[in-house]
């Protein structure tokens, strides 16, 4: 039986027939290889090639912990210094102790815990999840025991792990945050707060404290004479131009940013007649939010000197490199982690294994590769056109 040809599909969707044969001692041409070049070390076998060459051997457990992935989040207030930048996100992770048996918690950069609250909340109605495109609709309205309750059963825990623990808080009042805050300074096992300011300000008509910049500041600076704790402040990106909200929040004191918050959104039925969740509107996350997530992290990364953390939408390395290259210095993984609790630690070897394979001993030049020389015009401007 004769061999069937070889059909390559080209990456542009057309299709690249088979080589004619060449007659027997003419010598073949070679172009000029159109590949970059690769790292130091490292070999390329291409498939069907008949090449021998050796693959780079995967770096060892020694050769990966020698690459310094350490990030300080507060470098301006004493430091808070993480061992690696791979965090994992508020409300998907518990409290860090429900993932023990199947993740190495002592391994990730820090544990964000679920948001908490003053007093004790019972959520939203149901239904308050849904599956979309690349993402998921959530609607959980901050369940949790209240910040006593926290501090009770979860802080002694935390007290014996190497991992840093930042415990999200949100509120409905400023009164609210420092209250939490307060309850929170001096306890053994809370390493740091995040502010979570996309809840409703009830002292004016329920808007969330997150859409506008005074009270974005007011409630930052609040904390911030509440604690020394390192203090992180969520962005939401549900506004026009985030910047000047991240500006007021970092000259009130906080200091970090994490980007983003949810997306606003819902859900319809399937009979078509009402929203599907019980609360009508839920926050959007996963791969979706994604460009949106990269685009504040650029925009806050030119505008602010303090550390920003990036959200949403990480699933691989490459989402990790993504957001390092726009100006992050840390990512929190989130929603992947429903469908894979082992990825955020497995990112961390990934991370330290391309640095091996780019001769570098830090990841930090990883960060704001894609940063503008000089700051950029905003998205509120620009849009996805220039006039």
Known sequence: ???????VTSPA?????????RKPGRPRSRRPSRLPPLPQGRSLVLEGSGATSPRRAEPSATELAAVDLSVDLAPGRGGFRLANPILVA??????GVEYGEVVDVQRLGAVCCKGTTLKPRVGNVTPRVTETPAGMLNSIG?????????????????TA???SVIVNVAGESIADYVEVCRRLDGVPGVAAIELNISCPNVGKGGLQFAIDAEAAGAVTAA???TTDLPLLVKLSPNVADVRPIARAIAAAGADALTAVNTLSGI???SDRRRPLLGNVFGGLSGPAIKPVALRVVYEVAQVVDIPVVAIGGVTELADVLD????????VQVGTAIFADPTLPVRLIDELAGECLARGLSSYQPLVGTALPPRPDAPSAKGVEYRP
């Open 161 to 163: 792990w190497q991992t």
């Open 90 to 95: 508020s409300g998907t992770f518990g409290y």
């Open 323 to 330: 957001f390092l290259a726009v100006g992050a210095v840390a």
């Open 13 to 21: 969707g057309g299709t690249i027939l088979p080589a004619r044969k």
């Open 142 to 158: 901050l369940q949790n025991p209240g910040v006593d309750a926290v501090v009770e059963r979860y802080a002694p825990t935390w």
């Open 267 to 269: 859900a319809v039925a």
């Open 1 to 7: 039986m004769r061999p069937r040809k070889r059909v």
């Open 223 to 225: 904390v911030r004479r």
